[in-house]
């Protein structure tokens, strides 16, 4: 059985980060990350993915595999759709977790993302919420805990 952590990219590596770290505190440690590359990242998605991995190792996590789908254009929305429909039905099909990272990435991928999560019943739909926006841009760390939350939108529903 395999834990999997589904997201999009975007150049703000906290936006990325962060919600996994979050993730990673609860004790949700994926063996697997499903990353979307889109043409906007440019040389920021190695150093980002490399520092996802770190993140799971670091919790106490096995170094986890990493599975990329690469978009031609950012808009290919059926792409986008695809890089979270396969691997969810994949993962609950050999008796896995499944969880979707809304926070990343422009808001129609977002929104996609959200979609995609619910739809297809993956067991998560996470979106770290930031109340204050002094902390934006700021590293997990270093954000005071009364002002950030994870939030699992299938628990919502």
């Known amino acids: 059985m395999v834990d999997a952590w589904l997201t999009t990219m975007t150049t703000n590596l906290e936006a990325v980060i962060n919600p996994l770290i979050a993730a990673c505190e609860e004790g949700f440690l994926p063996d697997e990350l499903y990353v979307l590359e889109n043409p906007g990242v440019g040389d920021q998605f190695d150093d980002i993915t490399?520092?996802?991995?770190?993140?799971?190792?670091e919790y106490g996590g096995e170094d986890p595999g990493l599975s990329v789908t690469q978009l031609e254009t950012e808009t290919d929305f059926q792409g986008i759709v695809e890089h979270f429909r396969e691997p969810i039905a994949q993962i609950q099909a050999d008796g896995g977790t499944a969880a979707v990272d809304v926070t990343p990435g422009r808001k129609f991928m977002s929104a996609i993302a959200f979609q995609a999560g619910i739809q297809f019943e993956a067991d998560?739909?996470?979106?770290?919420?930031?109340?204050?926006?002094r902390f934006y841009g700021r590293l997990y760390p270093d954000v005071p805990r009364p002002v950030i939350e994870l939030v699992d939108f299938q628990e919502v529903f």
């Open 50 to 57: 490399s520092m996802m991995e770190r993140v799971v190792v």
């Open 124 to 133: 998560h739909v996470f979106y770290l919420y930031v109340s204050n926006n």
